[in-house]
């Protein structure tokens, strides 16, 4: 049983950062892949960042890719999303997950938080 725990999210403006952490509980964080998703309002729950047990390997959306990274610490039980550059289309509430295996898929992770908000204004 994991517990995940976001915060770190608000009002930022475009071309701001803001840096998400997920806190869990539970001993075996370690063994879990851990993604995070956003949702934005009339919208599809969306893949954003998924990262292995370890943090040796990291995966991106494309929409994401060379301004979001995921980084984890194991030791502290915490995953991360460093948000730069951001826009205002990446507005939405995000989650993190945690699940067996990595997928980009929502339905491949068992644990989820209850999400911060991310609002970024142009």
């Known amino acids: 049983q994991v517990q995940l725990v976001e915060s770190g999210g608000g009002l930022v403006q475009a071309g701001g950062s803001l840096r998400l952490s997920c806190a869990a509980s539970?001993?075996?964080?370690?063994?879990?892949?851990m993604g995070w998703f956003r949702q934005a309002p009339g919208k599809e729950r969306e893949f954003v960042a998924g990262?292995?047990?370890?943090?040796?390997?990291?995966y991106y959306a494309d929409s994401v890719k060379g301004r979001f990274t995921i980084s984890r610490d194991n030791a502290k039980n915490t995953v991360y999303l460093q948000m730069n550059s951001l826009k205002p289309e990446d507005t939405a509430v995000y989650y993190c997950?945690?699940?067996?295996?990595?997928?980009?898929?929502?339905?491949?992770?068992?644990?989820w938080g209850q999400g911060t908000q991310v609002t970024v204004s142009s």
């Open positions: 997950a945690a699940g067996t295996y990595y997928s980009s898929n929502p339905g491949g992770y068992g644990y």
């Open positions: 539970g001993r075996t964080f370690s063994s879990y892949a």
């Open positions: 990262i292995n047990w370890s943090g040796s390997r990291t």
